[in-house]
């Protein structure tokens, strides 16, 4: 089965600093990977894809996230964060047996501090 | 934009009592989705449907079931609720058929936050 993992619960980064939330995944075959975001009392919001292509993508609010095949990772990446960012933030795998529906991993919350 | 909306952001109910979670899109989109995200369990996926009248179980559909008597319409049924669905339930809904290679974007609501006394 297709899986994702976040191995942090947590992430503290000060404002302005560069952010990377991780995500290790377990798919045969060419993943389908997502990044959301769900900020407090609401629901989550698509932030970026990779289907194919360039292993860097870029995604909403200034984020990326790099592909990196030979660790099957997909780590989120800002260059600086702001306060703004803080909230939880998903991974997930696109399970393509089946009906293809998404697999989330548990979820990092991202505090950025002032 | 695409709007999903959930008739409820906050319920609480007693052990026992039938609850319904009510979710609307205004996309046209084919497929509708129900998760319940808990902390550290991130989300997981109750039921699915891909059309009308059509439903899947997803990973922990025990203690619920679904309708979609119109394509706009997913609503989840918790029969008789207990504690442990006590939750936010999430749901989403999505443009693409299955079987399909596709984005896999979905559209969230805003989540129910249900409480079982």
């Known amino acids: 089965a297709q899986s994702v993992a976040q191995p942090e619960d947590q992430v503290n980064v000060a404002e302005g600093n560069p952010l990377t939330v991780k995500c290790t995944y377990s798919?045969?075959?060419?993943?389908?990977l997502f990044w959301y975001v769900q900020y407090p009392n609401r629901g989550l919001q698509f932030l970026l894809k990779y289907i194919t292509g360039d292993n860097l993508v870029k995604g909403s609010y200034g984020f990326e996230a790099e592909f990196n095949k030979s660790q099957t990772s997909f780590h989120l990446k800002k260059p600086s964060a702001l306060v703004s960012d803080s909230a939880l933030y998903f991974c997930?795998?696109?399970?393509?047996?089946?009906?293809?529906?998404?697999?989330f991993g548990t979820g990092t919350r991202l505090l950025v501090s002032p | 934009d695409v709007k999903v909306t959930q008739s409820s952001r906050y319920l609480v109910k007693r052990t026992g009592e039938k609850v319904f979670l009510e979710c609307v899109q205004d996309m046209d989109h084919e497929n509708m989705f129900w998760y319940r995200q808990d902390p550290g369990l991130g989300l997981r996926l109750i039921y699915f449907?891909?059309?009308?009248?059509?439903?899947e179980k997803g990973d922990i559909p025990e203690g619920y079931s679904v309708s979609r008597e119109k394509k706009e319409r997913f609503s989840l049924i918790l029969e008789s609720a207990s504690t442990n669905q006590t939750s936010m339930y999430l749901c989403?809904?999505?443009?693409?058929?299955?079987?399909?290679?596709?984005?896999?974007?979905?559209?969230f609501g805003e989540g129910s936050r249900l409480t079982v006394l």
């Open positions: 989403a809904s999505s443009p693409e058929p299955p079987g399909l290679v596709n984005t896999g974007e979905l559209f």
């Open positions: 997930a795998v696109r399970d393509k047996t089946g009906f293809q529906k998404l697999v």
């Open positions: 449907s891909y059309d009308v009248k059509m439903k």
């Open positions: 798919v045969s075959g060419n993943p389908y």
